[in-house]
């Protein structure tokens, strides 16, 4: 498929590309999305590239309840890989509870897509459908950077976001691994997490703001007040640093009268005079202008 072409129509939703699947059908309505078969459940296996790494058992074991009573509203979306064996591109999640619930045939609808538009695919409908937490989000974004050169402006059409959103999911991944787990596992809110990127210590601030429950306002000001503590040593040092007018000149008065380079460290206390040299010579000259004191 064209990448142009490829890219609009998911841009649109995935009805461009696997029929009217982006909007949610009822259990009570009738199966209006057709399969283009029924195949033995064992046939089918998950996506490895699925960015969806997470899913819920208690709702795992809801869904399977259902799909006992109703079967499976909306089939699941594959591609051949082989005879008789398809891989899911869709749907893993009515997968797995097909098998809880003890189907021994699922109903499919079969694409004949590459690896890139699968992995299109598979992004777009969890996204829409808000299965992926934070950080699934963020990595299927940076997979779809990292093999298919997508643009972060590339990436909002596609979902149906904007940029800064998809920028704002990028900078989780600077977070370190305990701070990930955290927000994989849903204790930690991508709100929670974003205010922590650029902190000295995230992970001991994702841990007071989960073991204090902490809202996300709360958590921004906790990151705040950590960021003003960490920046405040560095500012001190910089204005211990700048040097006033005064001492400045005295500085090239006395580089001028030794030829040397000299550097004033001046306090309120007292301070330092630092004379550099190069040689053993430079140094004897400077003994003798001592000693004639």
Known sequence: MNDDVSKRRLGRGLAALIGEMDQPVPVEAERTISADRMIPIEF???????????????????????????????????????????????????????????????????????????????????????????????????????????????????????RSHVANSLRLLKLPD??????????????????????????????????????????????????????EPQQAALRRDQKDSDTLALERTLSDALGLDVAINHKASGGQIKISYKSLEQLEEICRLLERR
Not at 100 to 121: C, F, H, M, N, S
Not at 144 to 151: D, K, N, R, V
Not at 206 to 223: F, N, P, Y
């Open 44 to 162: 089918v296996s998950r996506n490895p590239r699925n960015p969806r790494r997470f899913f819920d058992d208690s709702e795992l074991h809801d869904l399977a309840s259902s799909i006992r009573q109703h079967g499976i509203v909306q089939p699941i979306v594959v591609r051949t890989m082989s005879r008789d064996r398809y891989e899911i591109i869709a749907g893993e999640r009515r997968w797995r509870a097909a098998q809880l619930a003890g189907l021994i045939e699922i109903p499919v609808i079969i694409r004949d897509v590459d690896d890139k538009t699968a992995l299109e695919i598979a992004i777009v409908e969890n996204v829409q459908r808000a299965d992926l937490n934070a950080l699934e989000e963020a990595l299927g974004y940076e997979q779809l950077i990292a093999e298919y050169g997508y643009t972060q402006n590339d990436l909002g059409e596609i979902i149906g976001k904007s």
């Open 178 to 231: 305990p701070v990930r787990d955290l927000l994989a596992a849903g204790s930690l809110s991508a709100g929670h997490a974003r205010a922590l990127v650029s902190t000295s210590d995230p992970a001991g601030l994702a841990r007071t703001i989960v073991a204090k429950g902490m809202s996300v306002r709360d958590a921004e000001k906790l990151a705040q007040n950590n960021i003003k503590a960490q920046s």
